[in-house]
């Protein structure tokens, strides 16, 4: 997913940035997709990957605004002028270790369930005791995700399914993401976030937690400091960009999930995604001139 992209700053900055806290990002991606499946490895690398093309975009295009999806929260940071490239790349070497550690849990989407029944099934298994369980990410019309523990997913997904969810599908995730059993990795992080070094950033970021529009330094650092412990209010944040005034979102990254999204959340406006140097560059052409996004 990085081909291409390896010499393309700031890449050599974030695998440099990456070595010096122990981790051979290079190797990883020029290994099989089992080599990068461990959290450990897939943030870093979606990191690099992000920036890298957010930097390549074509600098006609107006942006307005940046939002990214849980781990993808650093890429837009670093996008927004609000982290430098490698400060991020430090920190989300220490994120993927912290969350990697936590091997409690898993994570179910429901398909074609609102939060509210994702929320009613979540109480639900929680009071048989099999908690907890609760709503971890919100991506969309009827998409939303479960974390916890394996016995209250397991159950929450059955109760989803015997109150109209369309599917209840297993992910593949090594814990328990945007639930309280990762509140010993948000933990162990508190203090790699206090020490980086955040500046104001120079267009708003529509954070996780909340979908608030944020520019400063403070607010962008309590928030992610929440993060690993709160739904990711991916509708939300698409919302928010729309209100910001934005013509088009645009996904940059590896395949289009929320390209998809995007396009159920607010189809009124452009969605595409951008997964080479190529598609970055030549950008503004695909939109036409003047767009914003």
Do not use: K
């Amino acid at each position: 997913m990085a081909a291409g992209l390896l010499d393309t700053p700031p890449a050599p900055g974030l695998l440099a940035a990456a070595s010096a806290a122990g981790l051979d990002l290079a190797a990883a991606l020029a290994g099989d997709d089992e080599a990068l499946r461990p959290t450990e490895v897939a943030q870093p690398a979606l990191l690099l990957v992000e920036a890298t093309l957010a930097a390549a975009l074509d600098p006609a295009l107006e942006v307005v605004g940046v939002a990214g999806h849980s781990v993808g929260e650093y890429a837009a940071l670093v996008a927004a002028g609000g982290l430098d490239p490698e400060a991020a790349m430090s920190l989300v070497v220490a994120r993927g270790r912290a969350m990697a550690a936590m091997r409690a849990g898993t994570m179910a989407a429901l398909l074609g369930a609102d939060e509210a029944l994702a929320e009613a099934v979540c109480a639900d298994a929680e009071a048989a005791g099999l908690g907890p369980v609760v709503v971890a990410n919100l991506n969309g019309p009827g998409q939303v995700v479960l974390s916890g523990t394996e016995a209250g997913v397991e159950e929450a997904s059955r109760l989803a399914r015997e109150r109209g969810a369309r599917r209840a599908v297993p992910l593949r995730v090594s814990g328990a993401f945007h639930s309280p059993l990762m509140a010993d990795a948000a933990a162990a992080f508190a203090g790699d976030l206090e020490r980086a070094p955040f500046t104001d950033a120079r267009v708003p970021v529509a954070c996780n937690v909340d979908g608030a529009a944020v520019r400063d330094a403070a607010g962008l650092r309590s928030r992610l400091e929440r993060q690993l412990v709160s739904p990711v209010r991916w509708a939300d944040c698409v919302t928010t960009l729309v209100g910001l005034g934005a013509q088009a979102l645009i996904e940059v990254g590896p395949g289009g999930v929320l390209t998809g999204l995007a396009r159920r959340i607010a189809p009124e406006v452009t969605a595409l995604s951008v997964a080479g140097l190529d598609e970055a560059r030549d950008l503004a052409g695909r939109l036409g001139a003047g767009a914003s996004g």
